[in-house]
T-cell receptor, first 113, second 114 residues
Framework: KAGVTQTPRYLIKTRGQQVTLSCSPI?????VSWYQQTPGQGLQFLFE???????NKGNFPGRFSGRQFSNSRSEMNVSTLELGDSALYLC????????????FGSGTRLTVV | AQSVSQHNHHVILSEAASLELGCNYS??????LFWYVQYPGQHLQLLLK??????LVKGIKGFEAEFIKSKFSFNLRKPSVQWSDTAEYFC????????????FGTGTRLKVLA
């Protein structure tokens, strides 16, 4: 079956702009989580959605937001981009959430210049 | 604060050598434990997981991990590594107290020499 699909794969944005990343989970998975991966901080939890409800949010500023649609697809948005937001953003989906194990996507590489 | 430590950042082994990667976490409550692997150019994949019961869990590709509650550890082992095991390995903890997130370790890069 198809895996977790993230689009776009690469993005270059300018400081101050905003960006929207998209994630299509595996069919039937209702939990979608987002993680930020950087060389310095590793994998950091952003937020988790289940059936359109945000169940958990990580320690990121309010510029980072997300949502999940009725078909389980999810988007995350970063407003007023800063250089430090450059990272690989990973989406993961699962049937129940973290406890069941996740399937990760290949990520969106965001570069802020 | 909750954290996960992987003390070995880089490990180089020859084929057929035994592997043990350390993972320690700091959290006082009950946790679920995971190891994920990222092969070069690929996405993160679940290697094995522990919820409860037998503290020795077996995963894919001959990997196993042992949960030692008293040491807050969940070390990954493989008796004989192969060149194809070259990858980055991440330990992850999911606190069970109503959270839906992983706390990841910083990862261990394993290189296996043919």
């Amino acid at each position: 079956k198809a895996g977790v699909t993230q689009t776009p794969r690469y993005l270059i944005k300018t400081r101050g702009q905003q960006v929207t990343l998209s994630c299509s989970p595996i069919s039937g998975h209702r939990s979608v989580s987002w993680y930020q991966q950087t060389p310095g901080q590793g994998l950091q939890f952003l937020f988790e959605y289940f059936s359109e409800t945000q169940r958990n949010k990580g320690n990121f500023p309010g510029r980072f937001s997300g949502r999940q649609f009725s078909n389980s697809r999810s988007e995350m948005n970063v407003s007023t981009l800063e250089l430090g937001d450059s990272a690989l953003y990973l989406c993961a989906s699962g049937e129940t959430g973290a406890v069941g194990g996740y399937t990760f996507g290949s990520g969106t590489r965001l570069t802020v210049v | 604060a909750q954290s996960v430590s992987q003390h070995n950042h880089h490990v180089i082994l020859s084929e057929a050598a035994s592997l043990e990667l350390g993972c320690n976490y700091s959290y006082g409550g009950t946790v679920n434990l995971f190891w994920y692997v990222q092969y070069p150019g690929q996405h993160l994949q679940l290697l094995l997981k522990y919820f409860s019961g037998d503290p020795l869990v077996k995963g894919i590709k001959g990997f196993e991990a042992e949960f030692i509650k008293s040491k807050f550890s969940f070390n990954l082992r493989k008796p004989s590594v192969q060149w194809s095991d070259t990858a980055e390995y991440f330990c992850a903890v999911n606190p069970t107290s109503g959270t839906y997130k992983y706390i990841f370790g910083t990862g261990t890069r394993l290189k296996v020499l043919a």
